[in-house]
């Protein structure tokens, strides 16, 4: 995908980085999409944010989309993409497992460009929890398709990191991407972020930096 900057007639070609954030009711998408614009805004970006909501709870998460470029010096503003392309993702972030499966069967991951960001835990989908049996459909397949799917995959139990912290699963999510250094900014602007924001400061960084942690590897597993 390539962004064209438009002024009087005149074109230059840059690349904007594309972010898709796959997450359900009450995992708080909506404030790590903001902490994310915000976090480009201040670094002296442009940003742009859509989004498109599920069916209830677990019948369907919401998709949102988030693209960046760096500003023109001339002043000239980026055109930039509403809802996300197959194949030309750079950023895919589930805020629990099958969320990061359904993004792969969506194209959204590729194994030259992607950076997937995924939690482990389980939040069972309907067709799950209605068979009389046991229902829950096998992990296993997610992971080996994660394996071959993306260029670089952080995967782990972040709920229960943002449980440990007092805090919601977005702020160790937002952790988690500070640390791939797949956005070119540093830590401290993705803390300002928060702060920047104004509510919940304290226990969000505390998981921000429990995700950061578990990500580089200073923070062991249980």
């Known amino acids: 995908m390539t962004v064209l900057l438009r002024e009087n007639s005149a074109a230059v070609a840059t690349k904007p980085i594309s972010i898709a ?3 359900m009711g009450g995992q708080g998408g909506g404030v790590l999409v903001s902490w994310i614009v915000s976090l480009a805004e201040q670094c002296g970006w442009i940003a742009q944010s ?85 229902g829950r459909i096998d992990p296993a397949p997610v992971y080996d398709a994660a394996a071959f799917a993306a260029k670089k995959v952080i995967a782990f139990d972040m709920e229960q990191v943002a449980k ?44 921000f930096d429990r995700g950061f942690a578990r990500t580089t590897g200073d923070m062991p597993e249980p």
């Open 21 to 23: 954030v796959c997450a």
């Open 50 to 134: 859509t989004s498109v909501p599920g069916v209830a709870q677990r019948t369907g998460a919401t998709i949102y989309y988030i693209e960046i470029a760096p500003a023109d010096p001339a002043g000239r503003m980026p055109v930039l993409a509403l809802l996300p392309t197959p194949g030309e993702v750079d950023i895919v972030l589930g805020a629990e497992l099958m969320e990061g499966g359904r993004a792969m069967l969506r194209g959204l991951v590729t194994p030259e460009r992607t950076t997937l960001l995924v939690s482990t835990h389980r939040s069972y989908a309907v067709e799950e929890r209605i068979n009389p049996g046991d």
């Open 164 to 207: 440990e912290a007092r805090s919601v699963i977005s702020a160790v999510m937002l952790g988690a991407l500070a640390a791939s250094n797949a956005l070119p900014f540093p830590r401290k602007a993705f803390e300002d972020a928060i702060r920047n924001g104004g509510i919940g400061v304290k226990p969000s960084l505390a998981a």
